[in-house]
């Protein structure tokens, strides 16, 4: 679901569709203070934070169940797996993907984009060959593209965006061409909050015969996803953003592509067989690509970060933060040498902003002692950023447990940080 930001009065009497202060009551972190003040967290493209019925699986699993999956034969064995596999399943029904089958899990989205780079690329890029990429991406969708490319000869092609930071489609189409092997793309840009038309680049991209890599890690969290309709043949997305544990994440990839690669980690649970004389041989998917003990409890955790998302509705989640985009937005623009940054159309709640004077690491560390969490920095997004003509700016990002009086306590104190490093 795309959303198109409209700015509206201050939504004094605006609610969500679901009860926010019980949800509220989901995350024990929101009951902290910082500094004395309450904490404001706006720092959710970062991080989002984790709810109790998230977090009671580690208890549960560390308590009950612990063991190691899929080779055991005894009752705690039996049972981690049904919860380690019973979450491939529910991520299958989140993006609807055809097949558990076409669903690998992984540290991450970095780690799932090195995992295409280094299995897929390394096996069909070569000299000759373009790799698209936009200029939208974070750092972890670009910096392997390169790492491949200075050791393999192929191109790395950017396509540019307007100056509002919606990606330049006219160029998009000029750019695509039969020596297009693949394009890479974010759904939801981390650094601007654009959304990206992705099933229409997946389509322009299959005219040529390339294949499309999404980055899913901004969307997943706001916005339902479909890898069919999208017709992804790769889409990635992490745990951390989507109320869920760090160091795990999901790659998702058509089965002929899956099947067809190589393992890109050696080591147990990979293989089929293994021999001194006549070599190994590897297990099917997914399993071929799931080297080694995974973080059990973390992916088990993951499925429950899932069923929360479901319980209170992706589609009531992303509107809620489009009031909370509108209204902040509006707020902002009201402030003396403010600029934003990524002003597209459609955009997820993410709000990118510079300010006259300001150096966006003082008001970042400033705004903290109020309470306020926001980010600052270039996002791990610095081609972006410096197209723009800056090297940093201030992030404020918003999730389904975030509330209108926040961002009246987030304007007033930036104001009042702004005053004090001027």
């Given at each position: 679901?795309?959303?198109?930001?409209?700015?509206?009065?201050?939504?004094?009497?605006?609610?969500?569709?679901?009860?926010?202060?019980?949800?509220?009551?989901?995350?024990?972190?929101?009951?902290?203070?910082?500094?004395?003040?309450?904490?404001?967290?706006?720092?959710?493209?970062?991080?989002?934070?984790?709810?109790?019925?998230?977090?009671?699986?580690?208890?549960?699993?560390?308590?009950?169940?612990?063991?190691?999956?899929?080779?055991?034969?005894?009752t705690?064995?039996?049972?981690?797996?049904?919860?380690?596999?019973?979450?491939?399943?529910?991520?299958?029904?989140?993006?609807?993907?055809?097949?558990?089958?076409?669903?690998?899990?992984?540290?991450?989205?970095?780690?799932?984009?090195?995992?295409?780079v280094?299995?897929?690329?390394?096996?069909?890029?070569?000299?000759?060959?373009?790799?698209?990429?936009?200029?939208?991406?974070?750092?972890?969708?670009?910096?392997?593209?390169?790492?491949?490319?200075?050791?393999?000869?192929?191109?790395i092609?950017?396509?540019?965006?307007?100056?509002?930071?919606?990606?330049?489609?006219?160029a998009?189409?000029?750019?695509?061409?039969?020596?297009?092997?693949?394009?890479?793309?974010?759904?939801?840009?981390?650094?601007?909050?654009?959304?990206?038309?992705?099933?229409?680049?997946?389509?322009?991209?299959?005219?040529?015969?390339?294949?499309?890599?999404v980055?899913?890690?901004?969307?997943?969290?706001?916005?339902?996803?479909?890898?069919?309709?999208i017709?992804?043949?790769?889409?990635?997305?992490?745990?951390?953003?989507?109320?869920?544990?760090?160091?795990?994440?999901?790659?998702?990839?058509?089965?002929?592509?899956?099947?067809?690669?190589?393992?890109?980690q050696?080591?147990?649970?990979?293989?089929?067989?293994v021999?001194?004389?006549?070599?190994?041989?590897?297990?099917a998917?997914?399993?071929?690509?799931?080297?080694?003990?995974?973080?059990?409890?973390?992916?088990?955790?993951?499925?429950?970060?899932?069923?929360?998302?479901?319980?209170?509705?992706?589609?009531?989640?992303?509107?809620?933060?489009?009031?909370?985009?509108?209204?902040?937005?509006?707020?902002?623009?009201?402030?003396?040498?403010?600029?934003?940054?990524?002003?597209?159309?459609?955009?997820?709640?993410?709000?990118?902003?510079?300010?006259?004077?300001?150096?966006?690491?003082?008001?970042?560390?400033?705004?903290?002692?109020?309470?306020?969490?926001?980010?600052?920095?270039?996002?791990?997004?610095?081609?972006?950023?410096?197209?723009?003509?800056?090297?940093?700016?201030?992030?404020?990002?918003?999730?389904?447990?975030?509330?209108?009086?926040?961002?009246?306590?987030?304007?007033?104190?930036?104001?009042?940080?702004?005053?004090?490093?001027?």
């Amino acid at each position: 679901m795309s959303h198109t930001v409209d700015i509206a009065p201050a939504p004094s009497a605006a609610e969500p569709a679901f009860d926010l202060n019980a949800l509220r009551e989901d995350f024990p972190v929101l009951r902290r203070e910082v500094h004395g003040k309450p904490l404001v967290y706006f720092d959710n493209a970062a991080t989002s934070q984790t709810p109790r019925q998230v977090i009671e699986v580690f208890n549960d699993y560390y308590s009950r169940y612990n063991a190691n999956i899929h080779r055991g034969l005894h009752t705690l064995a039996d049972e981690a797996t049904a919860a380690f596999e019973g979450t491939r399943e529910t991520v299958r029904a989140f993006i609807n993907a055809e097949d558990s089958r076409q669903i690998i899990f992984t540290r991450g989205t970095t780690e799932a984009i090195n995992l295409v780079v280094n299995s897929w690329g390394r096996t069909n890029l070569g000299p000759g060959d373009e790799v698209l990429i936009s200029m939208l991406e974070h750092h972890s969708n670009i910096v392997p593209w390169q790492l491949l490319a200075r050791e393999l000869g192929f191109a790395i092609k950017v396509i540019p965006v307007d100056a509002d930071g919606a990606l330049d489609m006219m160029a998009y189409r000029t750019l695509l061409n039969e020596r297009t092997q693949l394009v890479a793309v974010n759904h939801v840009s981390n650094a601007l909050g654009t959304i990206n038309p992705v099933a229409e680049i997946a389509t322009l991209a299959h005219e040529v015969g390339a294949k499309i890599l999404v980055d899913g890690a901004q969307a997943a969290p706001h916005q339902t996803v479909d890898v069919q309709a999208i017709d992804a043949d790769f889409y990635a997305f992490s745990g951390h953003k989507v109320y869920g544990p760090t160091g795990v994440g999901v790659l998702y990839g058509k089965r002929e592509l899956l099947e067809a690669m190589p393992p890109w980690q050696g080591g147990g649970e990979m293989i089929s067989t293994v021999s001194f004389e006549a070599g190994t041989t590897f297990a099917a998917i997914p399993h071929k690509f799931e080297a080694g003990t995974p973080a059990i409890a973390d992916v088990i955790a993951l499925g429950r970060a899932l069923d929360w998302v479901q319980g209170v509705g992706l589609e009531a989640i992303g509107d809620w933060e489009q009031t909370l985009l509108s209204y902040a937005t509006q707020q902002v623009r009201e402030i003396d040498g403010l600029r934003i940054l990524g002003t597209a159309p459609h955009k997820a709640g993410v709000l990118s902003f510079v300010v006259d004077g300001a150096h966006s690491q003082d008001i970042g560390l400033l705004i903290d002692q109020l309470g306020v969490a926001i980010r600052t920095g270039h996002h791990c997004a610095q081609p972006l950023l410096h197209h723009f003509g800056v090297d940093a700016t201030c992030r404020a990002s918003f999730a389904a447990y975030n509330t209108v009086e926040e961002i009246d306590t987030f304007v007033a104190s930036l104001k009042r940080v702004i005053d004090m490093v001027r």
